[in-house]
């Protein structure tokens, strides 16, 4: 059973496209984030969710829109699509909040054309 | 904000070798301190953490140690083998926000 599932794992669209990148946790844990990881493998936080509510969204353009229907769910939506979105997105779950290890998904490479 | 300082960026090491990477911090509350690996084309996993209430954490040929009054943790690894060679990050909490900020990350080379 996987920990944390990412999908879809690769995604390559064109500019102006709206995609979406679905995440589940079955760890049974509170918190829930999207960190984007660019070509330098930096990993910088977009938002993080805990218990369905948004506690952290940073600079983030409002293109972007994450979703949590339930706490073991955490959707990232993407509107009109750049060529600098293009990068690894990576889900993560902690079992609450900062000061716990995280576990991510395998992440998804996102490939604006 | 937290501030993470990881170092050195890159670091090459002969097969037997140790290896030492450290991060600085600046949020004198943080309390908690993980290490991850992350290897070509995978995820990070978490390969060791240390809280603030002890200054060192070993797990057969990996340690952590923690200098909470310098604000700096260090990740070491002994007798250092081909397989671990990968990205390593460091993190510290931003208890208040409820993230963890990211170091930016070292490349280890080993070297057979």
């Known amino acids: ?41 930096f990993l910088k936080i977009m938002f993080s969710y805990n218990n369905k509510e948004l506690i952290i969204n940073e600079t983030v353009p409002n293109r972007f829109s994450p979703k949590s229907p339930d706490k073991a769910h955490l959707n990232l939506h993407i509107n009109s699509l750049e060529l600098g979105d293009s990068a690894v997105y990576f889900c993560a779950s902690s079992r609450q909040g900062a000061v716990d290890g995280y576990t991510f998904g395998s992440g998804t490479r996102l490939t604006v054309v | ?17 140790s290896a030492v990477i450290k991060c600085t911090y600046s949020d004198s509350a943080s309390n908690y301190f993980p290490w991850y690996k992350q ?10 953490d240390i809280r603030s209430n002890v200054g060192e954490k070993k797990d057969q040929r990996i340690a952590v140690t923690l200098n909470k009054t310098a604000k700096h943790f260090s990740l070491h690894i002994t007798e250092t083998q081909p397989e671990d060679s990968a990205v390593y990050f460091c993190a510290a909490p931003e208890n208040k926000a409820g993230k963890s900020t990211f170091g930016d990350g070292t490349t280890l080379t080993v070297k057979p």
């Open chain 1, 1 to 41: 059973d996987t920990a944390v599932s990412q999908t879809p794992k690769y995604l390559v669209t064109q500019m102006g496209n709206d995609k979406s990148i679905k995440c589940e946790q079955n760890l049974g844990h509170d918190t829930m984030y999207w960190y984007k990881q660019d070509s330098k493998k």
């Open chain 2, 1 to 17: 904000g937290e501030n993470v300082e990881q170092h050195p960026s890159t670091l090459s090491v002969q097969e037997g070798d």
């Open chain 2, 39 to 48: 290897e070509l084309g995978k995820r990070p996993q978490l390969i060791i």
